[in-house]
């Protein structure tokens, strides 16, 4: 089971928020009976940068931007990413320099906001292999120019969800080893 973790509010970012992490996690283990010690599990990174507990096979993806904070836990590799549309950043430039030529058509099409789908997306798919949004990968839109739900890479089947937040905050998670991507939404607070 996929589960998503909401916070709006203050919290401690990079290391120093991992206690809000373990106490998603702490829920997350409670409802699917897993008895695991996440209030005290180590959280290490991988040297791309990717959490991960040590020695509990519950995977995770941390996300925020402005007051709000989301977290995904899952039984497989998981990448869940959030932003708030920012229209006074150059996106256009980025576009162009980051985004294959039919993840550009696509925000040719639906412009910022467009292209922040397809961001959340990388994003999300960069944190489930655990490779970032700059390494090697495939487009995030298929040959008719719509979002892809799913996809293979590297052998590895890959899902997409999208969560509907409000307009200016865009979110989409990817889960590794599912044809159909579907995650439950909890509050955290």
Not at 24 to 33: K, P, Q, V
């Amino acid at each position: 089971m996929n589960q998503i973790y909401i916070y709006d509010g203050s919290f401690d970012r990079g290391d120093a928020g991992w206690m809000l992490v373990r106490e998603a996690a702490s829920r997350y283990g409670g409802e699917l009976d897993l008895s695991y010690e996440f209030e005290t599990a180590e959280i290490r990174r991988t040297d791309s940068g990717k959490p991960f507990f040590v020695d509990v096979p519950v995977e995770f993806s941390l996300s925020h931007s402005g007051a709000m904070w989301m977290c995904m836990f899952s039984q497989r590799p998981c990448g869940l990413d959030l932003q708030v549309v920012e229209t006074d950043r150059d996106w256009q430039a980025i576009c162009r320099r980051r985004y294959t030529a039919e993840e550009q058509h696509y925000v040719e099409l639906w412009g910022v906001e467009g292209f922040y789908e397809i961001w959340v997306r990388k994003e999300a798919f960069g944190k489930c292999t655990g490779r970032g949004i700059f390494s090697e990968m495939p487009s995030m839109v298929d040959e008719n120019f719509d979002l892809r739900e799913q996809m293979e890479w590297e052998g590895v089947a890959y899902a997409f969800g999208t969560v509907a937040i409000m307009p200016e905050v865009k979110c989409a998670y990817c889960v590794a080893g599912e044809e159909a991507a579907s995650a439950e939404l909890r509050i955290l607070g």
